[in-house]
């Protein structure tokens, strides 16, 4: 089955430090890109979707200049976390998706804490 | 193919004892996640832990613990001191795509 590897898989970072999380399609072309944010005992919520080449529409309520996200090739996107303070500390999950909005692809996450 | 299974529909645990749900998987997707979910009676889902596939170490989230075994395909619940509110329906889930479980029943007796 495709594959979307997403890096790191935990990381800890020091407050006002930038994180980047790294995702990319390994034997597809991942021409659309979902991040996600899980909140503690809550469902996924939709932060922004990417295409490839193009900025990101982001939902209501997230900041885009807090969470930047790139998605310069078909196989790589990235989500990065600028000035992380401890409220951004949560689970964030890439999933790529090619052609059809049914047929996508989630990378395994990664857990961020900021301390 | 993939393949998520519960075996225990239904379990009844006294109040504090600590109980494990097992969940089994299979998938040759070499890169993947396990999730725990509860579901209540009022129905909404509600995220209670994750691995990762190549998370070395079992993920832990207060009372809950993935009991992790990568080599038998196996991503257990683990619930410490079990609590009257923790009955409810939990569902075993497997990513990179989303495939339920049956669900197990879990009811604490006081």
């Known amino acids: 089955g495709a594959v979307v590897s997403q890096h790191p898989s935990r990381v800890i970072c020091k407050s006002g430090t930038s994180v980047k999380i790294e995702c990319r399609s390994l034997?597809?072309?991942?021409?659309?890109m979902f991040w996600y944010r899980q909140f503690p005992k809550k469902s996924l919520m939709l932060m922004a979707t990417?295409?490839?080449?193009?900025?990101?529409?982001?939902e209501q309520g997230v900041e885009k200049d807090k969470f930047l996200i790139n998605h310069a090739s078909l196989t790589l996107s990235t989500l990065t976390v600028t000035s992380a303070h401890p409220e951004d500390s949560s689970f964030y999950i890439c999933?790529?998706?090619?052609?059809?909005?049914?047929?996508?692809?989630f990378g395994q996450g990664t857990r961020l804490t900021v301390v | 193919a993939q393949k998520i299974t519960q075996t225990q529909p239904g379990m009844f645990v006294q109040e504090k004892e600590a109980v494990t749900l097992d969940c089994t998987y299979d998938?040759?997707?070499?890169?993947?996640?396990l999730f725990w979910y509860k579901q209540p009676s009022s129905g909404e889902m509600i995220f209670l832990i994750y691995q990762g596939s190549y998370d070395e170490q079992n993920a832990t989230e207060g009372r809950y613990s993935l009991n992790f075994q990568k080599a038998r395909k196996s991503a257990n619940l683990v619930i410490s001191a079990s609590q009257l509110g923790d009955s409810a329906m939990y569902f075993c889930a497997m990513i990179a795509q989303i495939i339920f479980g049956k669900g197990t029943r879990l009811h604490i007796l006081p």
């Open positions: 999933r790529g998706g090619r052609g059809s909005n049914t047929e996508a692809f």
């Open positions: 998938t040759s997707d070499q890169s993947y996640g």
């Open positions: 034997d597809f072309q991942a021409t659309t």
């Open positions: 990417s295409n490839e080449g193009s900025k990101a529409t982001y």
